[in-house]
């Protein structure tokens, strides 16, 4: 199994600046997509950012200009650097991979998810 492990997020002021990682250990061969998603409380889990293995991003509307998810692909880790913060940011953040794994060597393919970190933007 492909386990994600996130750090960063906790409080943050509106206008300033967080920084989440995560970190992605298994057998792994391969990982195609990278993604943080978002959920306040009582909501629907949202996509924020993802960016591909070909480099390409998308981002949500109401973090365009705000938030860059960026990857290093040798140590299998993806980043959300999160800055102009706003209230609203307010949410557990979640981070998400999909790709190829070869656990037992067989091969298979994996969609993990972090376990989720709390960011909280006061005014």
């Known amino acids: 199994q492909v386990q994600l492990v996130e750090a960063g997020g906790g409080p943050g002021q509106a206008g300033g600046y967080l920084r989440l990682s995560c970190t992605a250990a298994?057998?792994?061969?391969?990982?195609?997509?990278r993604g943080w998603y978002h959920q306040e409380s009582g909501k629907q889990r949202e996509l924020v950012a993802r960016?591909?293995?070909?480099?390409?991003?998308n981002y949500a509307d109401s973090v365009k200009g705000r938030f860059t998810i960026s990857r290093d692909n040798a140590k299998n880790t993806v980043f959300l650097q999160m800055s102009s913060l706003k209230p609203e940011d307010t949410a557990v953040y979640y981070c998400?991979?999909?790709?190829?794994?070869?656990?037992?060597?067989?091969?298979?393919?994996?969609?993990?998810w972090g376990q989720g970190t709390q960011v909280t933007v006061s005014s």
């Open positions: 998400n991979m999909y790709g190829l794994s070869r656990p037992d060597r067989v091969y298979q393919s994996f969609n993990s």
């Open positions: 960016i591909k293995d070909d480099g390409s991003t």
């Open positions: 298994g057998s792994i061969v391969s990982i195609n997509s």
